[in-house]
Nanobody, 126 residues
């Protein structure tokens, strides 16, 4: 399974970005249920979960992001999105897309996902 992220970039604090993750090469949808998520890793820090969603549309967010970030998916395009608003310098990190199937409950724990993208960089300046 291939996951390719895009949409990262440099913005000023208070700005917005929408990340995309295109999934291909694996019939994960044949399992009937799957989960996809966004994680991020800043220099010198551990990778942390940001948001996740399952095939039914149930979502989970990290507490610090739930009022600013929105995870969504376009099943026809096999694409996962992360809309990020009111960005802060502490949001600067490499953002990774992850996926797992079968999966029923979206979680923000790395070991729950076996498929990862290469990441897209987000830099927020003050």
């Amino acid at each position: 399974m291939q996951l390719v992220e895009s949409g990262g970039g440099s913005v000023q604090a208070g700005g917005s970005l929408r990340l995309s993750c295109a999934a291909s090469g694996y019939a994960y949808k044949n399992y009937g249920t799957y989960c996809m998520g966004w994680f991020r890793q800043a220099p010198g820090k551990e990778r942390e979960g940001v948001a996740a969603i399952n095939s039914a549309g149930a979502t989970i967010y990290a507490d610090s992001e739930k009022d600013r970030f929105t995870i969504s998916q376009d099943n026809d395009k096999n694409t996962l999105y992360l809309q990020m608003n009111d960005l802060k310098p502490e949001d600067s990190a490499m953002y990774y897309c992850a996926a797992e199937a079968p999966c029923w409950t979206p979680v923000l724990m790395e070991p729950a996902y076996n498929y990862w993208g290469q990441g897209t960089q987000v830099t927020v300046s003050s």
